[in-house]
C-alpha cells in the first residue's frame, strides 16, 4: 500500500542524511523568516481585533476554505479555488514524500483514499495553472498591471507550483510500473499503464528523480514564499481572520487627542499591526484598481500600490527600525513615506468611496489607511489644498462650511411650518437636515421636498435649526480629525440635550452588532429582494418605535450613526430614504402608485451604500412610484461608481484628469433614462455640474428620491387617509 | 529680529451686529474670533521670521478673556503674545487704542511691526498710522509684497497702474493687504504648543498711561447710528451663441470697464 521505498536499503544513509539535512536547513529558514515577519508585524500599534470570535470562525471557513470572495469572479475564480486546494493537499502530500524520504509511512496521508484524492488535485490544479498562464499572458487584464512591480514574481511562481505538478504527476507514473500497478492513482495509472513495458529498474530511478525533483521545488517553496509576493499564501488567511467587525462606515477614532504628541501617520511603525498585515496579505490581484473612481478618471491613485508602498515601507524602514531607532529616524527624514513611496496626490485623490475595500477578496482595508495619512498631513504638517482652508475656518467659526452665519440654518423652512426643537422639543422625529440641505439652494429644495413627504404623512418631526452643526463629516474626511471631535462633541450634547440618546445598554447592544461583510450582499445586477417588504424590522402600522434622527445626507448618517458612539453619542437614526421606506410600509404614507412616467435610473451614494449596506430601500420605494422601476447603470448597488463628492473631495479643486462626476452622468445617460433619482446632496450637486458639463441638461435630470415623491403627492392633493390606493402589504413592482 | 504682530478680537464676520443703546457694538464671547485682515499679518510675520529668524510677538488690546484669541494666533506659530487689557480701556476709538499700542511697542520693543490694513467690525483702518504717528516711525501701509534685512523693509503697493516700492529704515511699521499671502491653518502641534505659551497681560498703569486719555471719556469718535444695509445683487445671464459676446462687450463698455 501507499508509495514504495524510493532508494534500495544501500543507499539508505546516505540520501536520508542528505535529505534530512536539506529538510531541517529549509525549515530552519523558513521559521526565521517568519519569525522576522512577526516581529516587524509587532512595530505597529496595538489593536483589538479579537471581538466577534465565533462570526471570525465562520468568516473565515466561508472565504478562506470555500474560497467565496475569489469565486465571485468566475474564471479566476474557480481555477483560484482548485489551486487553493490543490496546493493544501500537495502540501500535505510533501510530508508524505519527506516520510518517505526517512523510510516511513504516515497513517491516513499514506492511504489510498488520499492518493486518489491527490491525483485529481494534482490535475485540476494544473488546468487551472493554465488558465491563469492564459490570463496573464493573453487576457493581460489592466487590473494585474502594476506600477511599480514586475510580472516576473508572478511567472516564477507559476512556473514553481508547475514543477512541483509535474514532478509529482510523475513521481505517480514512474511509482505505478516500479510497483507493478500496486499505487492506485487513476491519472497516474492511465499514463503508466502506457508506458508499463518499462524496466522496473528504470522506473524506479527515474521515480527516484522525480521525488527528488518534487522535494527540492516543496523546500525552495519554503524559502522563496516569505520572501515573495506570494507571503499572500501565508498572510491572507490570518488577514481574512482578523477581518473589521467594527461599523464599516467609521473610521477609527484617535483617542485623548490633546494629549497625543503625534497624529495620523508618517512613519510605518504608526500603522497598526493589522494595517500592517494588509501589505501580507496583499495578493495583488488589483480588483481595487479596477474599481477606484479616481484611477478610472486618470488621477494618480492606485489603491493597490498604497498597500504594497506599506508593505516596502514595513520591510525597509521597518527592517531598520528592528536594528536601531535612529537608522529609521533617518530615513523616515531623507526618504519620507509620506510624499515619497505614498505621494500626497493620491492621497488627497481619494473620494473615499470604499470601492476598493469592498471589492478586496482579502479583507483589506485601503481607506483609514489614506485617511490616517491625510490626518498627518493634516494636523501636523497643515499641509493640504488649499481650497480646503476656508471650509476649515467656515467649520470652526460658522459651523457650516460656508461664510454664513449659523442663525440662518432654519431660514428654508419659515414657509414650510417645521418647528425647531427649542419650540417643541416632544416631538417623534428630528430631521437631520444638514448644512447643504440648509444652505445649498438646490439641496433646500430637497430638504423641503423630504418634509412635505413627512408632513403627508403626519409625522411629527422638527429640526434643531441653528442648533445643529455640521456633523464634522469633511473635516474628519479630509484628515481633520481634531476638527471632528470638536464638532461632533457639539452636536451629540445637543441630542442628548433634546433626548435623543439611547440608554447605555441598549447602544452597547447596537454597536456590538457585526456589520454585514463583502459576502452578504446579492448580487451586483441588483437581484437583490427589492420588491419585498418583508425584511423590514418595524411593526406595521408604525414606522418608528423610539425617538428617532431622520438625515437626507449620507454623510451625515454615517457619522452620527458608526461615529458618534465613539465619543458617546449613541442614537438611532436612520437615512430618509429608509425612513419614507418604512413610512410606506406602515401604511402611514400613501403614494399614487406608478405616478411617475419617466424611465428611472438610481445612483446609490457611496455613503448609504458600500458603507451601509442600504440598497434595497430606495429601490423599493421608486418601484412604487415609478411606472418603469428602475433601470439600473452598468455599476450599481456595492460596485457603485462614485459621484466623485466624497472623502472631502466635494470641497476640493478637481484638477488631475478627467471629472469623475461627467463619467458617472454619462454611465447614466447610456441606461437611456430620463432622470437619475439620487438620494445625496453631494451626489446631487456633483450631478447637477456633470449634467450641465455633458450638456444634457434639456433632456436629463437629477432628483432626490423625495423631490419625486413630493411631485407626486402635490399633483394629487388628498387628505391624509385619503383615497389613494397603496396597498400597505406588498406593492406590485414595477420592473 | 524682533516682531511684533498687532491683532484684534472682531466678532465673527457672519454675527448678527448688535448694539447697545450708547451705539457700541455688543461683542460676544462666542462671536470672537481673530480680525480676518490680521490672519494676513501673523502670517507674514511668521514667513519673516522663518526667513531672517529672530522672534515673533503677538500684541492684543480688548478684554481679559482676549487671550483666547491670541491663543489662536500662537497656534499659527508666534513665539508668545501681550495682551493689554484694563477696565478703563472700555470704549477707546481708533486714536485711543493706537496710543496704548504705541506705549505697549515702546515696552516690547521691536524692529518690525505688523497690522492688518483694517478691522472687520468697523473697517476704520487708521490704527496703524496713528500708531506710527505716536512713535514718529515711518509706516508702510498697504504691502502686498515685503521684503526685509535686517536694516531696511521694502514693500510693493498696488497702484492704479502697476504697483509701487516703498522702502525705509527699520525699525518700521508695515500694514498689509490680503493679497500678500495665504494664511497657514494651525496644525495639532501648534494648537497644542500654543497652550503652553506665554502671554504676558499689562494693564495702563504697566504702561504708565493715565486712565484719563483713554476709554470712552477721552474718544472724539462717537457712533451715532447704526443700520443696516440689504444690498440687491443682480445678474444678467446672457445665453448661448448668437450675440452673447456682443452684449458682454456692450455691457462691459457701458460700465466704462472696457
Redesign the interface.
Known sequence: MGHPAIWPSGDFAIGSVIFGVLLVAAWVAFLLRIRKLINLLRLGQPENRFDHLGDRVKYFMLMVLGQRGVLRDPLPGIAHFFTFWGFIIIQLDALNLWAMGLHFTLPVLGSRVFAVLLDFFVFAAFLALIVFAYRRLVLRPKALQSQSHSPVDAFIILGMIGLVLVSLFFFEVFAYIATKGEAWTPFGARVGGAWRSMPVGTASALMSVAWWANVLVVLSFLIYIPNSKHLHLLATPFNVFFRNYQPKGALQIIPNIEEREDYGVHTINQFTWKQLLDGYACTECGRCNSVCPALATDKPLWPKEIILAVKEELFAAGGMLLVSAEGAEERAKTEPMVGGLVGEESLWACTNCGACVEICPVSIEHVQKIDDMRRYLVMEESSFPQEVTPLFNNLERNANPWEISNDTRADWAKALNVPTLAEDPEVDVLYWVGCMGSFDQRNQKVATAFAKVMQRANVRFGILGPEESCTGDPARRIGNEYLWQMLATQNIEVLNGYGFGKGTSEAADSADKPNIGADGHSGPDGSGDSHSYSGVGVPPGRAYDVKTVVATCPHCFNTIKNEYPQLGGNFEVIHHTEFIDRLINSGQLKLPQGFDLRKLTYHDPCFIGRWNDIYDEPRRVLNVISSNGVTEMRRNRNRSFCCGGGGGRAWMEEKIGKRINNTRVQEALDTGADAMAAACPFCISMFEDGIKAVEAQDHFGVEDIAEILARALDAQPVAPGGAISAPSGSPESGA | MKIVMCVKETP?????KRFGADMRLERRKEDA?INPFDEYSIEEGLRQQEKHGGETIVLSMGPATATDTIRKALAMGADRGVLVSDPALAGSDAVATARVLAAALQKIGFDLVLFGSAAADAYGGIVPSAVAEFLGLPLLSFATKLDEDGTTAKIERQAEVGYNTVETQTPALVSVMKSIN???????????QSKKKTIDTMSLADLGIESGTVGAGASGEKALSAEKITTQRKGEIYMGNDGAAERVVAFLVEQKVL
Open positions: 465673527s464676520t457672519t454675527a448678527e474670533i495665504e494664511p497657514r491653518y494651525p496644525s495639532m502641534k501648534g494648537i497644542m
